[in-house]
């Protein structure tokens, strides 16, 4: 089976005139000026995997929008007793959700589910795979900063490996002819992560990396993750943090992005996170808007 | 019981007539008479040139007659695991795929490691349409620790060890393995792969694995295990080592050399791992999920040098059925493996002998001659005469569309459904009697 018709399971797979279309829809969205174009659907938010920002965010945009939500997590739930994947997206379509909503730590759940589950499917993260909602609202963002996407230099920085966010926010951008610059040790950004999409290149160097940036994209360093990879923390802060001296190797009127969590000294100085040119928080905010267009979008509403 | 029947009536006498015979070890690829009598072959000779009656007839004009088919590598699932599979199920599916003997893996429930369990494959009351040849664990339990009976094994029928589904990791244990099957003549099969490179992994490492999200299986991961046995094989007198579906072009190397220097090491290939690429999984379709992975297409174009060249001695399926609730989930969480025993013959045709002009006769040894070499099958992958009357009758030409709702075999995971392919089994005949006709 396809996936439902308004199902958003990656970027990869979008057409740059349906993100356009999104984007222009999400910025006549307004949390505070309700437009119940869910009235009385269900969304049902799956979430195998922990989350504050994306869980809240989809959450408050159904409602704004007059859904009802209802939110199922691994812990507390039948999952826990071993329910499979597809017994849990059968039984929440039973119970009569409209939109399905699922954020899971194994890479193609969201496909998997599409393949069996007749309502739509929005991938709300899905392990090291696609994280589509947040290249949006980075985009989102992005346009709210910056005239076009077209030519503009995005650096990201970080674990590229382990980021939905990073693969995400690759293909968005690249659909659009930006310049994208992956930057990291080798271990986070091996070599093949450059044949990802067009118009990507990868360096080592954050002095490299961030000449000519308009915008900066930072990730959180996961601590687990580098020791499994014997990466020195000490080293990763020595060469890559983003500090305000090495902001300054970017264009001064550069843009600091992260998707969150920050963890402050690691992949970031406090004076960058809280500086002038940071839009962390703006993320945050742009977030319900976008995602009540994916939702408005996936029951047909969007006009 | 059923054995005492077989006896009392004897299978009556089998004229194969107008056919042509490819028997690769014979160095036969003309038309000829196969007479089958008493379970063995009785006479083969230019058409119309065999006296005397038969009991039967079987017309096969525009047909090629062939040794039986015999695969190297499949995973019956029995004992234990009789919802992915029975020696029955797979039997029927190997015989409609014109296979005539099967080598099933130990990895079962409890794990074949005794010399209980080997007797215990070839009871009458595990209903085999083919012929069952049990491969039996290299180390107690498939735990990598301490090494099974070898002899006692060997004796009760075993015809080679392997802790197939794993490799046998620990330097130590392969070097022991080989010396004591060096000394038995007994092949020691190894799944090459560092598990300690490939913990999590679910696909091949490359371009598609990191597009998609996934961890993947280094090239290396293989390549290191198998050099490394190459090594040994090497040093160690009379060591045989059986290369389980070689996958990679790195790994390739290592026989090569080994080859050259008249070790005695074989290997075998999967159909999968010659028509398809990491490149072909779309939308975490798990029926693309097998160990080793789907290679990268430069690893493909080495593996079609190979089987060309004469390197690669078998075509195996690696057949390892599972239930569809173990495979219809998360990628990653899915289970290792797919069917193969009814389209390795259409897919060697298709792409080896139609796309890359392989001679048929070549691919007819890498299902007969080349495979009962491996392991000793004596009697088995020829038709001269007095060998076992194990018959493979197939249409080279003819055109068919594969459905996985339709297979023998109890599970249905395969990437092949409803692909068009070349060639076809007409007739499969175990023992001079005809097990499969289509």
Known sequence: ?303 | MNAGKNRAAATPSLLIKGGQLIDPAARIDAPMDVLLKDGRVAEVAAPGQIKGSADETFDARGLVVAPGFIDLHVHLREPGQTHKETIASGTAAAAAGGFTSVCTMPNTIPVVDSVEWIEWLRQPEREALVNVFGIAAATMGSKGVALTDFRALQTAGAIAVTDDGKPILDDAIMREALVLGGELNFPVVQHAEDTRLTEGCSMHAGAQSFRLGLRGMTAAAEASIIERDVVLAMQIPNARLHVAHLSTADALKSVRRAKRAKARVTMEVTPHHFVLTDEDMRDYDSNYKMNPPLRSASDLEALLVALADGTVDAIATDHAPHAAHEKDMEFERAAFGITGLETALALGITRLHREKHIPLSRIVELFTAGPARCFDLRGRGSLARGSVADVTIFDPKKKWTFEAAKSHSKSKNTPFDGWQMTGKVRATIVGGKIVYAD
Not at chain 1, 23 to 51: I, T, W
Not at chain 1, 186 to 204: M, N, Q, Y
Not at chain 1, 274 to 284: T, Y
């Open chain 1, 1 to 303: 089976m396809n996936p439902a018709r308004g199902s958003l399971l990656g970027i990869e797979g979008l057409e740059a005139s349906e993100i356009l279309k999104l984007l222009k829809f999400a910025r006549s969205m307004n949390p505070d000026k309700p437009r119940r174009l869910l009235k009385g659907k269900r969304v049902l938010l799956l979430f195998y995997e922990s989350s504050t920002r994306t869980r809240s965010s989809f959450e408050i945009a159904a409602k704004s929008l007059g859904a009802h939500t209802v939110l199922i997590q691994a812990v507390g739930s039948s999952i826990e007793k071993g329910e499979s994947l597809l017994d849990t997206g059968y039984t929440v379509r039973a119970v009569g959700a409209d939109i399905i909503v699922i954020r899971h730590p194994n890479a193609g759940a969201p496909h998997v589910m599409a393949r069996h589950i007749d309502v739509p499917i929005i991938n709300a993260g899905d392990g090291l795979h696609e994280h589509p909602s947040q290249a949006l609202l980075d985009a989102f963002t992005i346009l709210r900063n910056k005239k076009t996407l077209k030519g503009l230099q995005v650096t990201i920085v970080g674990d590229i490996f382990h980021s939905r966010v990073a693969r995400s926010a690759c293909h968005l951008l690249s659909k659009f002819g930006a310049k994208i610059t992956l930057c990291g040790p080798p271990e986070l950004v091996p070599d093949i992560a450059i044949t990802l999409a067009p118009g990507i290149r990868g360096t080592r160097h954050m002095e490299d990396g961030l000449r000519g940036a308009d915008v900066v994209m930072l990730l959180r360093v996961q601590k687990e993750r580098l020791a499994g990879l014997r990466i020195d923390l000490s080293e990763y802060v020595a060469r890559y943090q983003m500090n305000t001296a090495r902001l300054k190797m970017a264009k001064k009127d550069a843009i600091v992005m992260h998707p969150g969590p920050i963890i402050r000294g690691l992949e970031l100085t406090s004076e960058v996170a809280d500086g002038p040119q940071a839009r962390i928080l703006e993320e945050v905010r742009n977030g319900v808007p976008t995602r009540m267009a994916i939702l408005a979008r996936a029951m047909g509403k969007m006009r």
